[in-house]
């Protein structure tokens, strides 16, 4: 990775960003060139100038990174170990190691997980055979006479996992039937064959879905006749093990933009570390945020 050198960071993501053809973000126009100072090296903010518009912008805009005045060689960095880490990546570790301040690395790395939320235009839903959970991510339950209110420091995640393939989780505000089948219908395809536990929640989805198969947990069942959700539990064995290991606590503020991190990096296993931080940073092409709007999570 291209992280010492501000040119070559700068180049880094020009190329993989653009390729051969950095059209103007404003026109679309191909008809560019890179602007030069009198010596005939770049420019200092590596801008470049479009012959069709008269617009000049960098590799930045249009992106997550675009309102940000970090260099962006300390951006190739938080791009390669937040899709490299398997449990992720703290702020501390980024600002230990590239002097940032912990308030913009902690910017950073939300920024970069924003980008590396799925992409429902592009990705399509999820298929073949589906393993669906939920389980509960906070702290410990408070003692409370009310099941309800002894959990209500946890918050409800489910995930959805294709068997050999991709993974989404989401933050839910519940566990109920009209929830849990609300998610699925979002995320998966109708052909598609469900495997589930014995939550009641799950009711009625051979209906909607190809097929529907359960195993009973309470029974001490975890596999029968191929019929299990061992994968989607081991992702959330990943998930844990990251958020109380690396980050030891999570907002549920933000917790969807861990969960979108934990997400992109098991969907992209398969790749080597070079291919999955070359496919965080197209995916933050066309996410422009700003350093003061709320992340919409």
């Known amino acids: 990775m291209a992280c010492c050198d501000e040119t070559a960071a700068v180049e880094f993501l020009e190329k993989h960003r653009w390729g051969d053809h950095p059209a103007c973000p404003k026109c679309g126009d191909m008809d560019v060139y890179k602007m030069k100072s009198m010596d005939g090296s770049r420019e200092k903010h590596y801008r470049w100038r479009c012959h069709g518009c008269n617009a000049q912008y960098t590799v930045r805009v249009g992106t997550v990174f675009e309102d940000s005045r970090a260099p962006l060689r300390h951006w190739c960095f938080a791009f390669w170990r937040a899709s490299t880490s398997k449990k992720g990546v703290s702020a501390l570790e980024i600002h230990r190691q590239t002097g940032l301040s912990y308030k913009s690395s902690l910017f950073l790395l939300h920024r970069i997980r924003y980008a590396m939320a799925p992409d429902p235009t ?47 989780a989401v933050v839910v505000p519940d566990v109920t039937a009209k929830t849990l089948k609300a998610a699925i219908r979002e995320s998966v395809d109708p052909k598609a064959w469900i495997h589930t536990d014995e939550h009641k929640g799950y009711t009625g989805l051979s209906d909607e879905f190809g097929d529907h198969q359960t195993v009973n947990h309470s029974a001490g069942e975890y596999v029968q006749d191929g019929v299990t959700t061992n994968t989607v539990e081991g992702f959330f064995s990943i998930v844990k093990r990251g958020l109380n290991g690396i980050y030891h606590s999570v907002s549920k503020k933000h917790l969807q933009l861990y969960l979108n991190e934990y997400s992109f990096r098991y969907s992209n296993r398969a790749m080597d570390d070079g291919e999955r931080v070359i496919a965080a940073i197209r995916a933050a092409d066309g996410k422009k945020l700003y350093y003061k709007e709320p992340l919409k999570v």
């Open 122 to 168: 592009n990705d399509g839903p999820l298929s073949g055979i589906v393993e669906i959970d939920e389980t509960f991510i906070g702290g410990k339950p408070r003692k409370h006479r009310s099941p309800r209110k002894a959990w209500s420091n946890k918050q409800p995640v489910m995930a959805m996992v294709e068997r050999g393939g991709r993974a989404k």
